[in-house]
Nanobody, 115 residues
Framework: QVQLVESGGGLVQAGGSLRLSCAAS????????MSWFRQAPGKEREFVAA????????YYADSVKGRFTISRDNAKNTVYLQMHSLKPEDTAVYYC????????WGQGTQVTVSS
């Protein structure tokens, strides 16, 4: 089991940028694929991006492709989500998890994009 703590969210104007971090505990982090999800008010949690254990391959939802970049630092047990050109529709609580999501969900970090 990997424990997850997300951070880096905040309030930003449309067109702005944020970088989210997900600190993971557990010795298995460097051997598992990781992902970011988000959940907007009144909506289902949705996939945003994923990165394989080595960092060599990444995958994105069509809605964020070209604007978001997922990366990881296995030495720091951390996965990142760099977000550019943010839109109001990106407003949500962002969560990290393994890919597929098998870990207990963390608290998430709130991202609010104002128009």
């Amino acid at each position: 089991q990997v424990q997850l703590v997300e951070s880096g969210g905040g309030l930003v104007q449309a067109g702005g940028s944020l970088r989210l971090s997900c600190a993971a505990s557990g010795r298995t982090f460097s051997s598992i694929s990781m992902s970011w999800f988000r959940q907007a008010p009144g909506k289902e949690r949705e996939f945003v991006a994923a990165i394989i254990w080595s960092g060599d391959s990444t995958y994105y939802a069509d809605s964020v492709k070209g604007r978001f970049t997922i990366s990881r630092d296995n030495a720091k047990n951390t996965v990142y989500l760099q977000m550019h050109s943010l839109k109001p529709e990106d407003t949500a609580v962002y969560y990290c998890n393994s890919d597929p999501p098998r870990q207990t969900w963390g608290q998430g970090t709130q991202v609010t994009v104002s128009s």
